[in-house]
């Protein structure tokens, strides 16, 4: 184990038993990356009844990290910290439930305990059990109810939920309701969240349930396709292509539509195949040809002088 960056202290009071001092080496060593030492210290701090170690080492055997995965182990710990009310092992045990890790998949036991944890005010819970409002698993499937919890977790900054909530809003027909869903899909972009970004583009490009913005839906697209979203890159092509609110530009319709079917997108793939097709009719050599224009990606209408 690393010590350079552990009070001495500290390791002294870990080793006399100190469970604190033990639980607080787990979460300094895990967040080093040396999860197997990080797993050691949590089993110890455990087994003599932190909550938060039990949640941290259920974690830890739910994804087999620094650990053997063994979720019998995740429900073992889970449970002990659930008796404590750690809310977020409590909503972590309707994950096993939900997907039948060690115990027969039952959604309806996953959406009791993740409402036990959502109604403690546990995001990652309000999240699951939105979703399984939406799918109607294990509970009647309710648009309402499932924009409900989708709220509650959106409210604490949960960006697959604030996602969810606005792809929602602005799908729905309740035309009002449009620009709060545009807001949520910008928070979970702004927050990094690669579909949000690529759906918020999408919807600024079209102009249907949003106001057109092609300079903005440009920014966000470009933000998803280089985070590796293959439905953006896909559409960050078509963008330069036909010159959707920029200059035409082949050589970047090709190069985001190579990224894109690299990841076997299929749209990407045959629309690279046009491309091909139509350059080898007029001669010209696909592959080593970059259709490097005289201004780059500049939006329409703003040509620079020199």
Known sequence: ?????????????????DMVAQEWLGDHLRNQGQHDQAGIWYEKAAAQGSPSAQYNLGWMHYHGRGVPQDYARSMHWWKKAAEQN???????????????????????????WYRAAADQGDAPSNWFLGRLYQQGQGVPRD??????????????????????????????HARPRWPEGLDWLRQAAQGGYD???YM?????????????????ALHWLTRAAEQGHAKAQYQLGKTYWRGI???????R??????????????PSRE???????QMQNHGIDFEQTDFTPTVIGQVAGRRSRG
Do not use: C
């Not at 009070?7 to 006399?16: F, H, I, W």
């Not at 319709?253 to 299929?266: D, E, F, N, S, V």
């Open 253 to 266: 319709a090709k190069h985001w539509w190579k990224l894109g079917g690299a990841q076997r997108h299929i």
């Open 271 to 277: 629309a690279l195949q046009r491309l091909r097709r």
């Open 86 to 112: 750690m809310v977020r092992a409590i909503g972590s045990i309707g994950i096993l439930f939900e997907n039948g890790y060690v115990v027969p998949r039952n959604p309806a036991e996953a959406a009791r």
């Open 143 to 172: 648009r309402e109810m499932a924009q409900h919890f989708f709220r509650r977790a959106a409210e604490q900054s949960h960006r697959s939920a604030q996602y969810m909530l606005g792809l929602m809003l602005i799908a729905g």
């Open 245 to 251: 609110g920029v200059l035409p530009d082949v050589g």
């Open 1 to 17: 184990m690393t010590t350079t960056t552990v009070p001495p202290e500290v390791l002294e009071l870990a080793q006399t038993g």
């Open 200 to 216: 918020l583009g999408v919807t600024l490009q079209r102009g249907r349930r949003a106001p057109r913005d092609l300079r903005e």
């Open 195 to 197: 579909q949000a970004e």
